[in-house]
């Protein structure tokens, strides 16, 4: 009898297991988290060291234009052009992808029908899978020509870099909106059909407007992706840090700074600290798409 | 008994090779309602979306026979469904507002039908919620969005936003199983109110819902009709076995 309380008192072998399980994913969500948080601190302390130990003007980094960061004896990190850059590409590739993705969406949820969705998803999960480089090499071979023929100048430019990412976020943009189409309950296409609507009524009335969380959400995403893609946008930009005055001249971005700067640079040099503070600025700013897609997933449900 | 405006002929329909619903004839008579009722899969709610055309929208699904609205085949080639459906109008099982204001969900069908003009759309939109029983919950809360009333007046709003492209004929399938009593009450009495100026055809699976609003009840069972009379006399003094035993409780 004794025996077998003390057999059933004692802790099971599953129990054990349990806790060991718990144990082991404690540890790896500490470490993820140390990570996340050293990574945090690297870019934040390297970046702000610019202004503290450096002493230059956080005011002249936003403001000015030159960016010449070892230039004797006066350094300067006007980060304007790069700044400005970004947001360009960012902005114009996204406002160039949506009507695209939309479109692309709505044919896949709602039209093209579940055999269409069958050969149409594969394409679209394709081409996030492509590595950016390529991407870059297309738009070095393909875009970077386009542009200089129809449109003048180098080639070089923010439109280019636009045509690039437009390409890349598209995909992003769509698939997420596809999500979010499926979201919104077959009972709204039944009753707006049951009232009279036709399909496109349907669709634009109800359907579109029931999902603008969702597609707002899409798009954000799409331009968070834009706006730290480094690699080919480098590669079809110009790279020359100058304020952009039109698209078609060479323009930079912070990422295309980053990337072509890196490697030139001793660290603990102000050279170098200024190139941190350029990643502390897309780290603001992926944390503000980040931020912005919450807050309006709050919102709304699809 | 009134003149019948929709009328099923010899209804056969199918969802791929099986059959659902076995040869449907049954009239609607105008301005009246008209109860479907039957155990769960007996075909009543399958019917019921023949008649508005819904059942197009499962692409498996063939119909056969013929339905009349004043004597045209809505299933004849020429029929355009989107005129269909303003003249039959349809509310569901679940609420199923727009996520949209009240004002809005009510206005769609108009709107659709290109009615711009506000001050009509302002009085249908009263009219309307008035007509489904909801408007004295609603006329502060018109901006508001519809999701955020209770399912009881969300459904009376769906109501309403079917009253307000004043059909000829109003289809409600199980408009109320999804509701509380209270509510369903209330869903009640406003089809009561409308039912001088709408042919109602209600599916049920509450018999006694029935009872209470019906002037006609048609007693479906395995995708067949088995009885169709008036819901006084079905319910006193039924014809058929299986119409007694379905209202006595010993199936269903």
Redesign the interface.
Known sequence: MDAVKKELTRKSKASRQDQRGKLISLACVTLIMLVVLSILYMITSKGLATFFENKMSIVDFFTKQVWNPSAKPQALVGALPMIVGSFSVTVLSALLAAPFAIATAIFMVDIAGKRGRKILQPVIELLVGIPSVVYGFIGLTVVVPFTRTVFGGTGFGILSGTFVLFVMVLPTVTSMYVDSLKAVPQFYREASLALGATRWQTIYKVIIRASIPGLLTAIIFGMARAFGEALAVQMVIGNASILPSDLVSPASTLTSVLTTGIGNTVLGTLPNNALWSLALVLLLMSLVFNLLTRFIGKKGAF | MAKDIITAENVHLYYGQKEALHGISLGFPEKEITALIGPSGSGKSTFIRTL?R?SD?NPEVTVTGAIRLDGEDIYSPKTDT?????RV??V?Q?P?????SVYDNVT??L???GIKDKALLDQRVEESLKQAAVWDETKDHLKENALSFSGGQQQRI?IA??LA?QPEIILLDEPTSALDPVSSAKVEDSLLAIKDQFTIAVVTHNMQQASRISDQTAFFLDGNLVEFSKTVDMFTHPEKQETSDYLNGKFG
Do not use: D
Not at chain 2, 96 to 100: A, D, I
């Open positions: 508005n819904m929208l989107v005129e269909l459906r303003k109008g349809m569901f679940q199923n507002p727009f996520p949209f769609y069908g709107r659709l039908s769906c936003r079917v492209v």
